[in-house]
């Protein structure tokens, strides 16, 4: 049973970094696809980044707008991948999900639709 568990979600003022985690069971981070998305209520969720890490090449994409901002990356022993979220904004504020893909991500790694596995997300709130 496939199982994402996110956590490290919490209040940060604008400017701050926070790390969210998502440590996942059932699954393999090696060579599938693993991303984060964010929802704000009333929104559609809004892919925010994406890692695969397979045997020759690891792959990231972003979406502008957290580009240059926000890092993810991967502990494929402990098959834990990670967001670091830096300078953050007010607009950043939203429930933070990660989700794995049970086949192939293309063409569009930050389409929800690409995914099939979910955590229950981590909030976090960014104040001004």
């Known amino acids: 049973q496939v199982r994402l568990v996110e956590s490290g979600g919490g209040s940060v003022q604008a400017g701050g970094t926070l790390t969210v985690t998502c440590t996942v069971s059932?699954?393999?981070?090696?060579?599938?696809?693993v991303a984060w998305f964010r929802q704000v209520s009333g929104k559609e969720r809004e892919g925010v980044a994406h890692i695969y890490v397979g045997r020759v090449r690891t792959e990231t994409s972003y979406s502008d707008s957290v580009k240059g901002r926000f890092t993810i990356s991967q502990d494929s022993a402990k098959n834990t991948v990670y967001l670091r979220m830096n300078s953050l904004k007010p607009e950043d504020t939203a429930t933070y999900y990660c989700a794995a893909a049970g086949r192939s991500c293309w063409p569009d790694p930050l389409a929800a639709a690409a995914y099939q596995y979910w955590g229950q997300g981590t909030r976090v709130t960014v104040s001004s």
């Open positions: 059932g699954y393999s981070t090696s060579r599938n696809c």
